[in-house]
């Protein structure tokens, strides 16, 4: 055994969430044999939550385009020409009722993401208020708005946020190839704003973007090296975009090196405490129906059925898969093929974020 797994199983032997992991160990894990690495996985995963339970969120977007920032995979962005349309922050009515239908529908955690640099402390009053009102209908909230200041972050926890999104996106190697318009650090900063008025994070990055499978483990690294590890950590994959700078660099991962990626995230950063949140995942339905209704209606193809899971879900669907130190998740993108993320889910166990 090399000296690398060597001081990974010494280290594992802990109660406690390693911080000191290095870019040797994750890459050490990620050259094992590909069923060893998946035993380790499941194994982190099997101790910390019910390996057959999932938890479903879903997705809106209350504010889309016109974004001041120049992320290269997003067609939210002003900079590029994309065709999408940019639209005011909706009315809470409209987020409330979209909420309350997703909740009808299973889900326990929903999202609200605006296309902000910042938010205006006039529209973060309106956010609050959505947060609230989806808080009141019994729904775990999550938001994703942009940079924070600390009295933004603290405001949202006090109207009822549970999680605040900010990702990392990639390496801080491969950073500045894709966003230029705000730094590493500025999102770092906001992730300690968040932390420190009590929100949990969710935070990750994206694949597919033209970076190297070192650049993948970096980012892993620099998220399971934080002083408190994201409750979720969302691995996207990227999903082409035309007239983003991305589609001139995107190279696909093939599924067996998205499967390794995920399962380092699993034991890089996993809690090694039972989760307080295990319960929730308990109530959680399991997506069973949705999977196989998702099959059914990709092997007709797409805008024909009547199945509930839409072609949308098929492209959009969000899994979480793993803990670090409770969840992670990434993107099924691909239409007619959600085997890659149905058998990451059999990795790790996952959360499935479907687009309200
Ligand atoms: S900040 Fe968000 S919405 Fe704006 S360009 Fe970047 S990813 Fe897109």
Redesign the pocket.
Known sequence: MSTSLDSIDAANTSDQPRRDWTRAEAEALYDLPFADLIFRAQGIHRRNFDPNHVETASLLSIKT?G?????G???????YETGVKATRLMDRSAVVATARRARDAGASRFCM?????NPKDKDLDRVCEMVAAVKDLGMETCA?L?MLTGDQARRLQQAGLDFYNH?V?TSPEFYGQI?T??TLQDRIDTLGHAREAGLKICCGGIVGMGEQVGDRLGMLMLLATLSVHPESVPINLWNEVKGVPVNDTAERPDPIALVRMIAVARISAADHQESADRSRYQLARPPRHDIQAGRRRARRGPNRGKCRASSRDLTLIRFEVGIVPKRTFGFADQPGTPETPVFIAFVTGWVLAIPA
């Open positions: 385009g974004c001041p920032e120049d992320c995979y997003c067609s939210q962005s002003a900079h993401a605006a296309a902000w640099r994703t942009g990702n996106d966003i318009t705000r």
